[in-house]
T-cell receptor
């Protein structure tokens, strides 16, 4: 059984659209994360969410908004998509302070 | 500004030999370090970690060494196996309660049979 699952795996859309990526974990972890891996393979934290406390990375544009309906889910909504948003987005989860477990990523391509 | 750096984008090693992957960091507040392994089209998988109070941690064929004065850590894989071929990411965290991991850009290891 997949521990951290993301959907969709691939997302191709046009500039200006709004899209969402879903993430679910079945590990019972209390903390979830979103990372962005850009074209240079640099993996960078975007958000972490622990027990209803959202920690926002100040370098992330406010077009990106995470939403957590419960501890097992952390979705990522992106408004007004731009060409520079093309990347692979990884969801992860962990017990607070423990190593993170990653999903397989969502490859977002903006046309 | 990248706080964790892996200066070797790739490394090739013969099967059975030792693989040594290196990582440097600039933030002296980092106190916990991790190595992740990543196969194509999959997410990173946690491999091994080390706290800053130690200088070595071993788990089977994998050993991580930490040199705090040099702000350098390395991952040793002995003996290397073809299944070890993957991209290896070094990551660091500031404080035991911190969530955010800072990643290097990865080193692609190829183990030649």
């Amino acid at each position: 059984d997949t521990a951290v699952s993301q959907t969709p795996k691939y997302l191709v859309t046009q500039m200006g659209n709004d899209k969402s990526i879903k993430c679910e974990q079945n590990l019972g972890h209390d903390t979830m994360y979103w990372y962005k891996q850009d074209s240079k393979k640099f993996l960078k934290i975007m958000f972490s969410y622990n027990n209803k406390e959202l920690i926002i990375n100040e370098t992330v544009p406010n077009r990106f908004s995470p939403k957590s309906p419960d501890k097992a889910h952390l979705n990522l909504h992106i408004n007004s998509l731009e060409l520079g948003d093309s990347a692979v987005y990884f969801c992860a989860s962990s017990r607070y302070g423990q190593p993170q477990h990653f999903g397989d990523g969502t490859r977002l391509s903006i046309l | 500004d990248q706080q964790v750096k892996q200066n070797s984008p790739s490394l090739s090693v013969q099967e059975g030999r030792i693989s040594i992957l290196n990582c440097d960091y600039t933030n002296s507040m980092f106190d916990y370090f991790l190595w992740y392994k990543k196969y194509p089209a999959e997410g990173p998988t946690f491999l091994i970690s080390i706290s800053s109070i130690k200088d070595k941690n071993e788990d089977g064929r994998f050993t991580v060494f930490l040199n705090k004065s040099a702000k350098h850590l390395s991952l040793h894989i002995v003996p290397s196996q073809p299944g070890d071929s993957a991209v290896y990411f070094c990551a660091a965290r500031e404080g035991t309660g911190a969530n955010n991991l800072f990643f290097g850009t990865g080193t692609r290891l190829t183990v030649i049979p």
